[in-house]
Structure formats: structure tokens, C-alpha cells
């Protein structure tokens, strides 16, 4: 639960918002144990979750964009202030980046990238196949990669 909890911070809500998202989900889950498959249990539980997250959002009319968070300490090396700044507008670039791809391209990338399901968790979270949802993340992550190209001038981004 703390997976889905750090998952839906990610995508935008607030602390508060988040822990009862994942309370109503949990609640949710125990209601309805007994028709989930052991195997698609955590698709379940981030599906019910990101859905509930939808719902809140259209109850507040808020036109919130995801916001995704990279560590990117974790792929670069920490060192200068320069790199620490040059991180940092990275991270904020890619977040303003990802808000311009559709709601379910920014879906698949944060579901892939930031919590870390795996290709047939999310297929079985969409109701398709893994094979689909490859197809569908290599293409959202071309077109965020092609964004960043065009804001660096052309310059490569690698990811």
C-alpha cells in the first residue's frame, strides 16, 4: 500500500488525499477479496486506486496535470551546485513535459516508470494485453523523449 500511496503523491494529490485514497482502496480490497484473482491483486489495487484519484479530481474540477518525479540523483552523479541545478531543471522539464501527453500516455509512463509495474500488472490494469501496453508505453515515452529533444535544441536525451 505504501507503493500506491507514493504512486498517487506522484501523480499529483496531497498527503491528505492520498492516505484516504489508499484507506477507501484497502477497504475496497477486503470488501471484494473474494473475486480477486492472488495474481492481479496489486493490478487491482492500482487500478481501484487511480481511479478513485480520477473521481476526486473531477469532483474538484481541478485541471491538475500529473506530476511525475524523477530521482535523478539515483542516475546522476551528485556533485557540483551546477549539477544539482542542471538536476533539478531536468526533473521540472520532464514534469512540464509530461503534462502535455495525453492523460493515459502520462499514465503508462508513471505506472511503468515511477511505481514500477511491471508490463502485466498495467495490461491487466487497461484490460489488454502486455504486448499492447510495451507498444503503447515505447510510443509515449518516443514522444516525451521527442518534447525534451525539441526544449534542448535538438540536443540527445537518453533514457
Not at 495474481?39 to 489495487?45: D, G, I
Not at 503508462?108 to 516508470?113: E, P, V
Not at 502485466?120 to 509515449?140: C, E, M, N, S, Y
Amino acid at each position: 500500500m505504501l507503493a500506491i500511496y507514493k504512486t498517487l503523491l506522484t501523480m499529483g494529490a496531497k498527503k491528505e488525499d492520498a492516505e484516504d485514497i489508499v484507506q477507501e482502496t484497502a477497504i475496497k480490497f477486503i470488501q471484494y477479496i473474494d473475486g480477486i484473482s492472488p495474481n492481479e491483486a496489486s493490478a487491482w489495487l492500482y487500478k481501484v486506486a487511480v481511479h478513485k484519484y480520477y473521481d476526486l479530481i473531477k469532483k474538484s474540477q481541478s485541471q491538475q496535470k500529473y506530476v511525475i518525479s524523477f530521482r535523478l540523483e539515483d542516475l546522476l552523479e551528485v556533485g557540483t551546485p551546477e549539477t544539482i541545478v542542471l538536476q533539478q531543471e531536468l526533473q521540472w522539464e520532464i514534469a512540464a513535459q509530461l503534462s502535455t501527453l495525453s492523460d493515459k500516455e502520462a499514465q503508462l509512463i508513471l505506472l511503468k516508470y515511477s511505481a514500477d509495474l511491471s508490463l502485466k500488472d498495467i495490461a491487466t490494469l487497461f484490460g489488454t494485453t502486455d504486448k499492447t501496453v510495451k507498444t503503447q508505453i515505447a510510443r509515449a515515452k518516443n514522444k516525451l523523449k521527442q518534447r525534451l529533444q525539441e526544449v534542448y535544441n535538438g540536443g540527445k536525451i537518453d533514457f
